[in-house]
């Protein structure tokens, strides 16, 4: 299956950090991003300034850029100096031989779980591993209920707070409550929150952003009741169902790590995502 429908716009296709929804977030935190058209092909590019001493970089991420954009992007920016994590891994190493003077690459390509939507049901199914389908079949089996619903504002919601407190306990760092907050706040209704009940219990939750026609996992919490019961597999599976009626056609799972969180990403992969390559962090003079 295609995670690119060939009828769609780039624009309804774009990366979450690379859609006006984002910039709309950041904006609401007072923090707006430039928005900028490349010369010559009409492409946009979106991307936040940050001052570091004397030098303002501009930060790109998830986007594929040439030499003659980033010209474009620092007559319109004023940043000379750019750190871009490219969106795929050939056009990262093909851009960097084009400016002659290809920067440096901080960080190696990692990896994405795309999920491609819009299909049947039954086929969606079908592109699942055996062992997640079984546990979807038991949960499905367990008489949890799904809520589905627009994510409230409120700063203080439970998902944030479980969030915190599990990206401590974890050690990884995600985006802040704060910018949840902001994107359900500026984005109106496209923040959505699919929670898992059972007995009054709430066993598990995860929390998406829809940009155009993708939608962006953004905050995963599973409890050891959901654990046991497999609840994140029908809560991802109902959202599956559920964003697809809502037109969109591909759901990003976001970072794929085997060594660190091995059993994250299997949980991502055999729900039928297929692993994609990004091209790396560069920093490039212009």
Known sequence: MSCQPSHLTALQLAPLQQHPAF??????????????????????FQLMRRRFGPVEVGLISRADVTRRDLAHI?????????LVNAETEAKGRADARSRGHPGVMLRHPAFIAELALGTSAAEMKGQMAQKWR??????????????????????DHWLLRADAAQQVKNRYRGYPA????????????????????LDGETLAAMLFFIHGQVATYHIGWNGKSGRQLSA???????????????GM??????AVD???APGLARFKLGSGARCRSLGGTWAVRV
Do not use: K, Q, Y
């Open 23 to 44: 910039g709309a977030a950041l904006t609401h935190l007072g923090r707006p991003p430039l928005r900028l058209s490349s010369s010559g092909t009409g492409r946009e």
């Open 74 to 82: 620092r007559d319109n920016s004023g940043c000379r100096l750019f």
């Open 134 to 155: 079984n546990r979807l079949n038991r949960a499905t089996a367990s008489g949890i209920e799904i809520r589905h619903s627009a994510m409230s504002t409120d700063p």
């Open 178 to 197: 704060a910018f949840s907050t902001a994107f359900a706040r500026a984005n109106g209704g496209s923040a959505r929150l699919f929670e898992a009940h």
């Open 232 to 246: 994140h597999h029908l809560v991802m599976w109902r959202a599956m169902i559920a964003l697809a009626r809502l």
């Open 249 to 254: 056609t591909r759901l990003d799972l976001g």
């Open 258 to 260: 085997t060594e660190t």
